[in-house]
């Protein structure tokens, strides 16, 4: 059965798409009844309309109902390896570019950040790379989701310990401040590469001229048409060159497979092609050749 056979699902679709804006119903139906049905029967319910009753007089069930669609969860470097390959290939290839091109402007975009710690994680690496030549390049990540509490929580940019068990030690003392909670801030010096946008991928206008897209554990939860479709787009958002890095349990569909180079296939990295960059595949810039046209640039 489709979405749009079943009337009283579409009903409750359409309220939640009027109420709030936000448009579920080219999500996968599975993954929605799923989710929908673990709110009913918290109620003992069975049937949608008198769910909707419920929505009408609870503000509250209304926001775990909304919780409950958006699925924010998310860590910092989560998959590692994804991020290993961000630091060691993916971010020296975009400095050697912007080198080449006499082009300081670096942009990348974090699609469905949820609570930050995706376009946090990769302003870390770039912070990394770049070291004291950061403020030499005109850097911008953007993070954006639908979902304006996960957002609120990305604003705060204030994690429990639990919350960033993942991040090495040494990245940790340089980036965070640890308050009187036990809990750690994000230094403003990455915070500030970061600008947090309420974005419905969906529907709104992309953010164009990117250099690296991270749209991670966001398309599994689309119907195919619509992962087609917002694939494609991201390829126009891409910078000849760029990465577009997915979830691991994502991957190319539709046209997209054959329009995007595959980098890594394992690790979801594609990449929109450039012809005559004269940087290989597979190709590990070291830190020191970094450091020397990251030199280079000053002295130009
Ligand atoms: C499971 S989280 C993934 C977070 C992060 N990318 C990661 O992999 O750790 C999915 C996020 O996508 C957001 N999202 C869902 N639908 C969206 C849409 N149409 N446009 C933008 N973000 C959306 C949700 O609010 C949620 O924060």
Same mark, same amino acid.
């Given at each position: 059965m489709s979405i749009t056979d079943n009337v009283s699902l579409m009903r409750l679709l359409t309220k939640i798409h009027e109420d709030?804006?936000?448009?579920?119903?080219?999500?996968?139906e599975s993954t929605l009844l799923r989710r929908i049905n673990s709110r009913l029967h918290k109620y003992e319910l069975s049937s949608f309309d008198d769910y909707i009753k419920v929505l009408e007089e609870s503000p509250d069930e209304y926001n775990e109902l909304i919780n409950a669609l958006t699925i924010n969860v998310t860590e910092f470097f989560r998959n590692p390896e994804s991020f290993e390959a961000i630091k060691e290939t993916i971010i020296p290839r975009v400095i050697l570019s912007k080198h080449k091109k006499q082009h300081k402007i670096i942009r990348a975009w974090s699609c /469905?950040?949820?609570? /930050?710690d995706e376009p946090y994680s990769l302003a870390i690496l770039f912070s990394e790379r770049l070291g004291?030549?950061? /403020?030499r390049f005109l850097l911008t990540i953007i993070g954006s989701d639908i979902d304006k509490n996960a957002l609120k929580e990305a604003e705060a940019m204030t994690y429990s310990r639990e919350r960033v068990k993942a991040i090495d030690n040494k990245l940790l003392q340089k980036y965070f401040e640890k308050n009187e909670s036990d809990n750690f801030k994000l230094k403003n010096s990455v915070r500030s590469l970061v600008r947090l946008r309420r974005h419905d991928v969906i529907k709104d206008i992309p953010f164009m001229r990117c250099d690296v897209i991270l749209c991670r554990?966001?398309?599994?939860?689309?119907?195919k048409e619509l992962q087609e479709e917002i694939l494609l787009k991201f390829y126009q958002c891409l910078n000849p060159g760029g990465s577009l890095i997915l979830g691991m349990v994502e991957s190319l569909i539709g046209p997209s497979i054959n329009i995007f180079?595959?980098?890594?296939n394992r690790l979801r990295i594609y990449r929109r092609p450039e012809q005559d960059? /004269?940087?290989?595949?597979?190709d590990i810039i070291s830190q020191k050749e970094i450091d020397k046209i990251v030199n280079e640039m000053l002295d130009n």
């Open positions: 709030k804006g936000l448009d579920f119903t080219q999500y996968k /469905g950040c949820s609570s /930050g004291n030549a950061k /403020g554990n966001l398309l599994i939860y689309f119907n180079e595959h980098v890594n960059f /004269g940087c290989g595949e597979n």
